[in-house]
């Protein structure tokens, strides 16, 4: 199953694509320009977030 990029008029990437699953083995993608990406913080502001590294 192939992702899908979601792109405007001057070619810029405007929201992708989640392939969500159920336990009866169920696939439902899910277009991220209707998905509300807030939520609650609770760590402290300012830590970086780092690219695991794959040997």
């Known amino acids: 199953m192939t992702l899908q990029k979601h792109k405007d008029d001057q070619d810029r990437t405007i929201g992708g694509e989640w392939i969500y ?3 009866d ?4 993608r899910v ?3 209707t998905v509300s990406m807030d939520c ?3 760590g402290s502001r300012g ?3 780092a690219m695991p590294e794959y040997a």
């Open 40 to 42: 609650t913080r609770y």
């Open 25 to 28: 083995g169920e696939e439902y």
């Open 47 to 49: 830590n970086k977030l």
């Open 21 to 23: 699953s159920d336990d």
């Open 31 to 33: 277009n991220t320009q």
